[in-house]
């Protein structure tokens, strides 16, 4: 779901910091905001296809580079942090459903 999303961010904040640029640098770079760029960072924003391209031209990388996600593995400490925001965020119905599904995992 939003495994990619995060993957996708960690490896801009990988890109960036490679490059000892900071968020400010890369927003300047790209024109895209610097709020944009830190959502995206965090997993909490979904880029359009024309903002990865311009992510992909500031870095001077080709674009297919940024979909390369394979380096980006989550760890169990990732996993819970997503799996634990993904509870926060859950409506009612979604959070007994998950409830009774892990319920039924753990017996």
Known sequence: MDNV???????????????DMTQEKLAELSGLSLQYIGEIERGRRNPSLTSVETLAAAFGIP???LFNLDEF????????RILARQIEDADEE????????AQAFFR
């Open 5 to 19: 999303q995060e993957l996708f961010g960690k490896k801009i904040r990988t890109i960036r910091r490679n490059r």
């Open 63 to 65: 674009l297919a580079e």
């Open 73 to 80: 593995k989550l760890t169990p400490e990732d996993l819970r």
């Open 94 to 101: 979604r959070l007994r459903l998950f409830f009774n599904v």
